[in-house]
């Protein structure tokens, strides 16, 4: 069975700072892809960014990206120059079927 | 095109209470799921269909029915409703198995109450 660890219940950042969010799974698989959805207080399931497993090189989006280490299990999301709509809960997942971390709530200080 | 829509958005149930959730699509997706989302916690698979007429189990399928008679359609009947079934319920859709090769579409949630 697949699953996903979410180490950080709760990250603060200062408006226009960096933060990174931790994850590690633990898959038997060799392929697969892992995500990070973003739910704010509308509750909303948003798809920030997605990353397949033999693909080396780190996805990014925007301001998001993250930090792939296959050997670890470990798959960290970084929010660069970090905005007050980025207020939200984080989730990491691991596919097929997804499984998801039990999030990291971030808070942005203004 | 309006995505994946669940009906209702809050409902309070009984005990020993019945009720559907209803969720639909119009993106012509194979692949239809429900999630529960319990508070503090991630989303969890209850069932999922690859198409119209084939339903399968997910990690915590007890105590709720699935049926898939068209492609648009996937509604989630709770049959006794418990206070363990209190919960933020998601419905999803995708056109491929893997959420990787196409991404999930979730809906807005049903946030439900039993008592």
């Known amino acids: 069975a697949q699953t996903v660890t979410q180490s950080q219940p709760e990250m603060s950042v200062q408006e226009a700072e960096t933060v990174t969010l931790s994850c590690t799974y633990d898959?038997?698989?060799?392929?697969?892809?892992l995500f990070w959805y973003k739910q704010p207080p509308s509750r909303q399931m948003i798809l920030v960014i997605r990353q397949e497993a033999y693909k080396q090189q780190n996805a990014t989006e925007n301001r998001f990206s993250v930090n792939f280490q296959k050997a670890a299990k470990s798959f960290s999301l970084k929010i660069s120059d970090s905005q007050l709509g980025d207020a939200a809960m984080y989730f990491c997942a691991i596919d097929t079927p997804l499984v998801f971390g039990k999030g990291t709530r971030l808070s942005v200080i203004a | 095109n309006a995505g994946v829509t669940q009906t209702p958005k809050f409902r309070i149930l009984k005990i020993g209470q019945s009720m559907t959730l209803q969720c639909a699509q119009d993106m012509n997706h194979n692949y239809m799921y429900w999630y529960r989302q319990d508070p503090g916690m991630g989303l969890k698979l209850i069932y999922y269909s690859v198409g119209a007429g084939i339903t399968d189990k997910g990690e915590v399928p007890n105590g709720y029915n699935v049926s898939r008679s068209t492609t648009e359609d996937f509604p989630l009947r709770l049959e006794l409703a418990a206070p363990s079934q209190t919960s933020v319920y998601f419905c999803?859709?995708?056109?491929?198995?893997?959420?990787?090769?196409?991404?999930?579409?979730f809906g807005p949630g049903t946030r439900l109450t039993v008592t």
């Open positions: 898959t038997s698989e060799s392929d697969y892809y």
């Open positions: 999803a859709s995708s056109y491929y198995r893997v959420a990787g090769i196409d991404e999930q579409y």
